[in-house]
């Protein structure tokens, strides 16, 4: 599987973002993906999960509420919808794509057999 995200980009605290993960393989749709992101000097964190389906998701507390995950199976293409974004939401989000990973491990970066390169986020205040 690779992968390929766009959509990031400058954008003033209050605003909205749209980052999509385009997938090769056929085997996509099997996947669990998630995004993660990481900031100059930090560790990489999760954002969200979604499972293969679509039927489950998860955020990490602070995009709760704000952040969307999506994905359209048929495209090969998992989405990040970001709503009241914040200057702390600065950051490369990155998306990744894990085979067979449990629960307790959606958030561990380590857990992911596939990454795409990053794409920029900043968020002015």
């Known amino acids: 599987v690779q992968q390929q995200a766009s959509g990031g980009g400058l954008v003033q605290a209050g605003g909205s973002l749209r980052l999509s993960c385009a997938a090769s393989?056929?085997?996509?749709?099997?996947?669990?993906a998630g995004w993660f992101r990481q900031s100059p000097g930090k560790e990489r964190e999760f954002v969200a999960g979604i499972r293969s389906s679509g039927g489950y998701t998860y955020y990490a507390e602070p995009v709760k509420g704000r952040f969307t995950i999506s994905r359209d199976n048929a495209k090969n293409t998992v989405y990040l919808q970001m709503n009241s974004l914040k200057p702390e939401d600065t950051a490369v989000y990155y998306c990744?794509?894990?085979?067979?990973?449990?629960?307790?491990?959606?958030?561990?970066?380590?857990?992911?057999?596939?990454w795409g390169q990053g794409t920029q986020v900043t968020v002015s205040s």
């Open positions: 393989g056929r085997t996509f749709s099997t996947y669990t």
């Open positions: 990744a794509a894990a085979r067979g990973i449990i629960l307790s491990s959606l958030r561990i970066p380590r857990q992911y057999d596939y």
